[in-house]
């Protein structure tokens, strides 16, 4: 029998591979819009991050998540990431 292939992913906080359903995704779709992607499913450019509070802080501080997706992330984005990190 084959063993199933886990999909891992990069946390732009830690810098650690960890596997994808343990992540939240932040999507910058065709029309520059970012949005988060508690699915994985949504079209367009990803970028992850742990469900910890000190991650996105330091992807935030660092300025890594808004340098994957290529644009600035408004507040109200980061807010909304934080309570879903939160919760």
Known sequence: MKVKKIPMRMCTGCMEMKPKKELI?????KEG???????????????YVCRNV??????????RLSRNLETSISQEIYDDLRKAVEA
């Open 25 to 29: 995704r932040v999507v910058k779709n």
């Open 33 to 47: 819009e970012i949005s988060l992607d508690l699915t994985g499913k949504k079209p367009g450019r990803g970028a």
């Open 54 to 63: 000190d991650c996105l802080e330091k992807s935030f501080k660092t300025k």
